[in-house]
């Protein structure tokens, strides 16, 4: 990270998040919620357009706060089959943040603007209160929702072009969702293909990636370890299947399914699990699966969702190109 020039803004926002996250793990495994909720201010679903694009919530499973976020493009006519519908996973450890957040509120909103498309949201719950597989199964049960309320919801969309998206933890549960709809048979829903942004991979192996790139501002190497620490079941280490999908200890069936959708994988140079994202690419094309990699040799993790950046441009140019393609084959 020392080679990249931040814009003052930037580091003064990712100095202060690696204070309250300090702040905030307590020393007995657990988090401080009340104060990273402070923190992370919350925005409410509206219809009134904002930026283009309107929201409405929708809950699954109110015993477990599980719920969706509906973006939808305000140039979108009712039941428009026109666009595709994006699922997308909200990154933070499995641990931190929300559909409800601010940065994945406007995030979101973004995509739905700009790639003309429908984006679910989905609250999932969080870790170290709720360990592995809540957050698979939440992931899972969301999508199963729309795909059996599909109707009911107004959702707009083409219900045949879905994607499953997500950034770092969400882009890891994008791809175990993935896994699990490959052996399920939907009423309505097909999915042509996951967008890994950055996705959080890693295993036992400390990589040179991790090691050069290990002190990340908003990534690094201890706190990879504690999110892990903080998901996985008692006694597990990052060989897990959930952490290592093409580890030691995965076999055929936890890792791909016959019916596996088209990846567009985004890989950034200075991020400390890129080598863990380019075993992922390499086990996706060994398993004969259509994989677009994107690789920047001068982003960090997550940088695309940061305006003073080049990535955040680029990021949504390169999903669009991806989408537009694989919704011209069907």
């Known amino acids: 990270m020392s080679s990249v020039k931040l814009p003052w803004t930037l580091r003064l926002v990712f100095a202060i998040f690696g204070f309250i996250l300090k702040a905030a793990r307590r020393s007995n495994g657990t988090i401080n919620r009340s104060l990273l909720n402070f923190f992370d201010p919350k925005t409410a679903p509206s219809q009134t357009p904002q930026h283009g694009v309107v929201t409405s919530d929708a809950v699954v499973d109110s015993s477990r706060c599980l719920w969706f976020r509906v973006f939808t493009p305000t140039c979108a006519n009712p039941k428009d089959t026109n666009m595709p519908i994006v699922f997308y996973f909200h990154g933070g450890g499995f641990a931190l943040l929300s559909a409800a957040s601010f940065v994945y509120d406007k995030w979101c909103r973004r995509l739905a603007r700009e790639l003309r498309a429908v984006v679910v949201s989905v609250n999932y719950r969080l870790a170290p209160e709720h ?19 599909f109707d009911e919801l107004s959702v707009s969309g083409n219900p045949k072009w879905c994607f499953l998206a997500g950034d770092s933890a969400g882009g890891n549960l994008a791809h175990h969702v993935a896994v699990r709809a490959g052996d399920y048979v939907f009423g309505r829903l097909k999915f042509m293909g996951i967008i890994g942004l950055n996705p959080f991979f890693g ?121 537009q393609k694989l919704v011209k084959k069907d």
Not at 131 to 149: I, M, N, R, T
């Open 203 to 323: 295993g036992e192996e400390r990589t040179e990636s991790e090691i050069t790139n290990g002190n990340n501002p908003l990534l690094s190497l201890d706190l990879t370890d504690w999110y892990w620490k903080m998901f996985l079941p008692n006694g597990s280490d990052r060989d897990h299947p959930a952490v290592n999908v093409f580890g030691p200890r995965s076999s055929s069936v936890d890792i791909l399914p016959t019916r596996f959708p088209a990846t567009l994988l985004f890989i950034g140079g200075l991020d400390l699990l890129r080598d863990w994202q380019r075993k992922y690419c390499e086990g996706l094309k060994k398993a004969g699966k259509e994989v677009h990699l994107v690789e920047d040799p001068n982003a960090f993790h997550v940088s695309f969702m940061f305006k003073q950046l080049p990535e955040y441009n680029s990021c949504i140019k390169e999903i669009q190109d991806f989408m």
């Open 131 to 149: 360990l592995f597989p809540c957050q698979y199964e939440d992931g899972f049960d969301a999508v199963k929702f729309v795909d059996s309320h």
